[in-house]
């Protein structure tokens, strides 16, 4: 079974500063039909203006990945990290016992578009951690590179919960699969291009969960961006 979350009817924030997109209930967006995905509590599509930002604010117990599509987004947090991150690099920040951390565009004349995503932690309670890796352009085109994962397997992300998750730059025409155990589901979402997904096609924006499917197939339609959640 596939379902497919529109990117045209998520919650919309827009502070001037900030244009966000929320696939998930998140902030002032309430919808009781859209709370998450499984262990997938949060997809935000957020742009942000030159040189603004969100000021240091706190987390508790939540693992946050950040994957910037365009432009750069400069960190700093409670642990003493500083970074920018930029388009082919990805970040996870485990809040766990709790951080503080700010997010600004460093940029005085180019916006920033990234993917803030929250997937809730095994337990609670973990001490607060940082990584940051990067992905090349080559590693993920035409192909399924694992980016973040329980274990932390083939230099990947090391996220607190059972979710393996993938990162896929396809040229139109072509296709990639990806195998699923059956007590696994998936959640694939669209940051560029348009696919089609288990005969289903999907847009720039649009995210799909799938639920009782031995197997994804995406086949770009266009030139395509994506990242595919399989999560127990």
Same mark, same amino acid.
């Given at each position: 079974?596939?379902?497919?979350?529109?990117?045209?009817?998520?919650?919309?924030?827009?502070? +001037?500063?900030?244009?966000?997109? %929320?696939?998930?209930?998140?902030? /002032?967006?309430?919808?009781?039909? %859209?709370?998450?995905?499984?262990?997938?509590?949060?997809?935000?599509?957020?742009? $942000?203006?030159?040189?603004?930002?969100?000021?240091? /604010?706190?987390?508790? #117990?939540?693992?946050?990945?950040?994957? $910037?599509?365009? +432009?750069? *987004?400069?960190?700093?947090?409670?642990?003493?990290? +500083?970074?920018?991150?930029? =388009?082919?690099?990805?970040?996870?920040?485990?809040?766990?016992?709790?951080?503080? %951390?700010?997010?600004?565009?460093?940029?005085?004349? #180019?916006?920033?578009?990234?993917?803030?995503?929250?997937?809730?932690?095994?337990?609670?309670?973990?001490?607060?951690?940082?990584?940051?890796?990067?992905?090349?352009?080559?590693?993920?085109?035409?192909?399924? =590179? *694992?980016? +973040?994962?329980?274990?932390?397997? #083939?230099?990947? *992300?090391?996220? /607190?919960? #059972? $979710?393996?998750?993938?990162?896929?730059?396809?040229?139109?025409?072509?296709?990639?699969? /990806?195998?699923?155990?059956?007590?696994?589901?998936?959640?694939?979402?669209?940051?560029?291009?348009?696919?089609?997904?288990?005969?289903?096609?999907?847009?720039?924006?649009?995210?799909?969960?799938?639920?009782?499917?031995?197997?994804?197939?995406?086949?770009?339609?266009?030139?395509?961006?994506?990242?595919?959640?399989?999560?127990?």
């Amino acid at each position: 079974m596939i379902t497919i979350r529109p990117g045209g009817e998520r919650g919309v924030a827009n502070f +001037g500063w900030l244009d966000s997109r %929320h696939s998930f209930s998140f902030g /002032h967006y309430y919808d009781p039909n %859209h709370m998450g995905f499984g262990v997938l509590r949060v997809i935000n599509e957020d742009r $942000v203006e030159p040189g603004a930002g969100f000021d240091t /604010h706190g987390h508790r #117990d939540m693992e946050i990945i950040s994957y $910037v599509l365009a +432009g750069a *987004l400069e960190h700093k947090d409670s642990l003493g990290t +500083g970074s920018v991150i930029r =388009p082919g690099e990805v970040q996870r920040m485990t809040a766990g016992t709790g951080i503080r %951390h700010s997010e600004y565009n460093p940029s005085k004349t #180019d916006p920033v578009h990234f993917l803030q995503i929250w997937i809730l932690p095994e337990k609670e309670g973990l001490a607060p951690g940082y990584q940051q890796i990067a992905i090349p352009d080559g590693d993920r085109r035409g192909r399924l =590179p *694992l980016i +973040g994962s329980r274990d932390g397997r #083939d230099a990947s *992300l090391t996220i /607190h919960q #059972d $979710v393996d998750l993938y990162a896929g730059l396809l040229d139109a025409g072509t296709a990639v699969e /990806h195998r699923l155990v059956e007590t696994r589901r998936a959640w694939v979402q669209v940051t560029r291009g348009s696919v089609r997904i288990n005969g289903a096609e999907l847009a720039a924006g649009d995210g799909a969960g799938l639920e009782r499917e031995r197997k994804v197939e995406i086949e770009a339609l266009s030139d395509a961006e994506f990242l595919l959640f399989d999560m127990r």
